[in-house]
């Protein structure tokens, strides 16, 4: 059965259609890379698959049951979109073990999980007696990342995961997403406007354009150059 | 100081305030109009009513004896209530906006502020009513007396809103001379309200004197402000004043042990202490239990019932005010409890639960003193306890499904611009207008009356706390059927 599963997907903001998708299938334990540019409806799309709007129309399945309404993916999902997904009160260590508690794990193998993240996070975080609202926004980028994939969840949403971060933090999180999607074959949905960092780990590269999928690429048998191509024929 | 202006009026004029129902705001401008009215009134009838009280006296001379217990209820209202204007600082910081014109004007918004104005609504009447008959130099030199009280008020709760550190650390300066006041009036009344009337009747027979000092004062005091916010905006600049000590977290881990709850628990207590807003209202409670009592020392004997109102701010601790912003504090991070595992019904009761309890605590010391202090309100404050933990409760959790203030952890103002929508303003109208139904049916009741109040009050908080868990499912229903409004509303636009 299929990770994913979309069907007519559709959403309207007035008369424009924000994200039109008619068909669309992700298989398990794939790293599936979004790119578009701004306003092409890859967050919203990611929104849609987390169930926090509603869809104009059509639905998104996960192993083969709907989204919209249901909770049963809550369990097997991590996620991180944005600042919204962080209990700001909170030092990042407190966040970890509350979020590792409400997927029923405990201390222990929340820090288990945090010694593969402990180079990702650095000194900045790690036992920083910081509140997360007080924390730099590539800092928070971070905690919003390890959250997310500490509760080893079978499906990881990311949105933009590369901004905001440093140079080196960009290069260890592709490694940590790659060695987690090979390890434990973790199904992955991952936005970013940059096509680099997505070409070196992605099985598959959906390209948005106002709403639409406008390409549909698995390299190593496509090339992603075409990508490439295609954004700058759009800046000319 | 024109482009500070500008802001602020565009701050104003494009919070999300505007944005709310025109008719919610009619009914605001209309209870504003009410309240102005009636103290207007008071002030007309004020001659009268002291006429009778005081026969040997003029109804002036009788109200100034009485102005220091005024402004010190003026004062203590303030610390609770009156907050800085909202203003926006960092922005300016990297831009050639001296800190010092920021400050000033800071403090020149501040003056704005209704609690200026409010008390001269009693005044202007009183005081044409009563000096103008004299002289006419007499009224404007009253006016202009009591302006500089209140100015003193204004500055000194301005210099202590505003200074670096904690403001309950600050609360801490007024605590030695709050007992100093109290001591004197409860041993020297007679004096106390002899040196009041000198300086009312200083102050209409234009005494140089009496205008300098209190105007030295409020200057003095202004002056302080400003370097008190110069400073402090190094502070909120400062990467030293993000570090927190969290402490031993032993309490956090006592909430966390709990079955079944204890997680919520354990975020709910953090999210009270750690956010500023939140936490300021929780520090109130060791006042609250100090100051009712002395409310009702000084209260005496009179028909407590006629006060009920005023238990429905009191009776239910901290969770009146906390739960008028219901799901507002979690605004932030709801995107995270809508991705999560989270049991909305077991959310609603965790919160339920743990209002409740922390209002139960705040009654236990509150009714001992009360049993010392004025036995006969001990049995309407338990039950005005239940009534509130009980259809008060319900109805702000499910209010708060409406509610689509979006809270900044980081900011303590509550009732500004920000914080302040027309469905926070009906929710607190309704609880209090609530008690109106609840005088009708223990007017019919056959007993006297703190009794019969507490009867109504006690079975209908029962009634609420048996059948919780059917209107919290309710609640968390609804609250499940308009979840994408709500997101968006608590999302960043």
Not at chain 1, 71 to 95: A, C, M, R
Not at chain 2, 379 to 394: E, K, Q, R, S
């Amino acid at each position: 059965m299929e990770a994913i599963r979309i069907e007519n997907l559709k959403k309207q903001y007035g008369d424009q259609f924000t994200l039109d998708i008619p068909s669309l299938e992700i298989t398990p334990g794939s790293l599936t890379g979004i790119v578009g540019n701004n306003g092409a409806g890859k967050t919203t799309w990611l929104r849609l698959m987390l169930d926090l709007i509603e869809a104009t129309g059509g639905d998104i399945r996960i192993q083969g049951k709907p989204v919209a309404g249901s909770e049963h993916w809550k369990k097997i999902t991590g996620s991180f979109l944005d600042e919204g997904f962080l209990i700001d009160f909170l030092t990042p260590e407190e966040f970890f073990y509350f979020t590792g508690k409400v997927y029923g794990m405990d201390k222990k193998a929340v820090d288990e999980q945090l010694a593969i993240f402990a180079r990702f996070l650095g000194d900045e975080i790690n036992g920083t007696n910081k509140y997360i609202r007080n924390l730099s926004t590539g800092n928070k980028q971070k905690v919003g990342i390890v959250a997310a994939m500490v509760v080893r969840p079978e499906l990881l949403i990311l949105d933009e995961p590369f901004n905001y971060l440093d140079p080196s933090s960009q290069i260890i999180i592709r490694k940590l997403l790659k060695a987690d999607n090979e390890a434990r074959g973790t199904t992955m949905l991952i936005s970013s406007h940059n096509l680099n960092h997505l070409t070196e780990i992605c099985s598959r590269v959906i390209l948005l354009e106002k709403g639409k999928v406008v390409k549909d690429l698995h390299p190593p048998q496509d090339d992603l150059a075409e990508v490439d191509r295609y954004f700058s024929l759009q800046a000319e | 100081m024109k482009m500070l202006l500008r802001h602020t009026w565009l701050g104003f004029r494009r919070s999300h305030y505007f944005e709310r129902s025109m008719g919610l705001k009619l009914l605001m401008l209309i209870v504003g109009f009410f309240i102005a009215g009636y103290l207007l009134l008071f002030g007309l009838f004020l001659p009268l009513i002291l006429a009778n009280v005081f026969p040997d006296r003029p109804p002036h001379e009788s109200f100034f004896s009485l102005l220091w217990l005024i402004y010190a209820g003026d004062l203590m209202l303030r610390l609770f209530m009156q907050k800085p204007p909202k203003q926006l600082v960092q922005a300016y910081m990297g831009l050639p906006v001296k800190r010092r014109m920021l400050a000033r004007f800071i403090l020149v918004r501040s003056w704005f502020s209704l609690y200026n104005y409010y008390l001269f609504l009693i005044l202007v009447p009183f005081y044409l009513r009563t000096l103008l008959p004299i002289s006419g130099a007499a009224f404007w030199y009253a006016l202009l007396g009591s302006f500089l009280l209140a100015g003193i008020n204004h500055s000194i709760v301005m210099w202590i809103k505003t200074r670096p550190g904690g403001q309950a650390k600050n609360l801490l300066f007024l605590l030695p001379l709050a007992a100093i006041m109290v001591l004197l009036g409860a041993l020297y009344p007679e004096k106390l309200m002899d040196a009041s009337r000198q300086l009312g009747l200083a102050f209409t027979s234009g005494d140089t004197l009496a205008f300098i000092i209190p105007a030295a004062i409020v200057i003095s005091l202004q002056a302080l402000t400003s370097r008190g916010l110069q400073r402090a905006f190094y502070e909120w600049q400062g990467e030293e004043s993000l570090y927190i000590h969290t402490g031993t977290g032993r309490l956090d881990r006592f909430f966390g042990r709990f079955p079944e709850y204890g997680l919520y628990w354990e975020l709910e207590w953090q999210l009270l202490t750690r956010n500023r807003r939140a936490s300021g209202v929780l520090k109130q409670i060791p006042f609250t239990i100090i100051g009712i009592p002395l409310l009702f020392y000084f209260m005496g004997d009179e028909d407590i019932t006629t006060y009920t109102y005023l238990f429905v701010l009191i009776a239910g601790g901290h969770g009146f005010n906390y739960l008028q912003y219901a799901y507002s504090w979690e605004s932030r991070y709801f995107d995270w409890i809508a991705t999560r595992q989270i049991d909305m019904h077991k959310f609603i009761r965790a919160k339920y639960y743990f209002h409740t309890g922390l209002g139960f605590l705040q009654l236990l010391p509150l009714l001992l003193i009360l049993a010392f202090v004025n036995p006969t309100v001990i049995w309407l404050m338990a039950g005005m306890f239940f009534y509130v933990t009980g259809p008060i409760f319900a109805f702000l959790l499910n209010a708060g499904v409406k509610n689509s203030t979006r809270i900044d952890p980081n900011k303590r103002a509550s009732f500004n611009m920000e914080g302040t929508s027309g469905t926070l303003f009906l929710t607190i109208l309704v609880s209090m207008l609530s008690v109106i139904a609840v005088m009708i049916v223990a007017f019919f009741l056959p007993f006297s009356s703190p009794v019969n109040v507490f009867i109504v009050t006690t079975i209908t908080g029962i009634l609420f706390m048996i059948f919780h868990r059917s209107w919290i499912r309710t609640i968390a229903l609804r609250f499940t059927k308009q979840k994408y409004n709500l997101l968006s509303k608590y999302r960043e636009k």
